[in-house]
């Protein structure tokens, strides 16, 4: 039951790039109630937790990438999308989405992730 992530790639600082997370199919009867979430990694670090949304759309982002990202979610595509503006060199990352169980920790197996990588 892994989420597939898309939309990374390379640009340079000041650019933009969305990010999309499609449901696994097997998940689709309960992804509107789950939140959802964004998160990356780097080489050697924990995954850190990015932004996420609740089922009633209800946001959170982590202080560095506030002003700078958004996360809106689709139920009926079942797709959620991180927007993100203004990149800098440390938002180098994995970048992964999964849904959150009710300690608010990620509920499914990790998929593969989508790299994006902010560089002159």
């Known amino acids: 039951v892994q989420p597939v992530e898309s939309g990374g790639g390379s640009v340079q600082p000041g650019e933009s790039l969305k990010l999309s997370c499609v449901a696994s199919r097997a998940i689709f009867s309960v992804f509107a109630p789950d939140p959802w979430a964004w998160y990356r990694q780097v080489p050697g670090k924990e995954r850190e937790l990015v932004a996420s949304i609740a089922s009633g759309s209800v946001t959170d982002y982590t202080d560095s990438v506030k002003g700078r990202f958004t996360i809106t979610r689709n139920n009926s595509r079942k797709t959620v999308y991180l927007q993100m503006t203004n990149l800098k060199p440390e938002d180098t990352a994995v970048y992964y989405c999964?849904?959150?169980?009710?300690?608010?920790?990620?509920?499914?197996?990790w998929g593969q992730g989508t790299q994006v990588t902010v560089s002159s």
């Open positions: 999964n849904a959150l169980n009710t300690a608010k920790q990620p509920k499914y197996t």
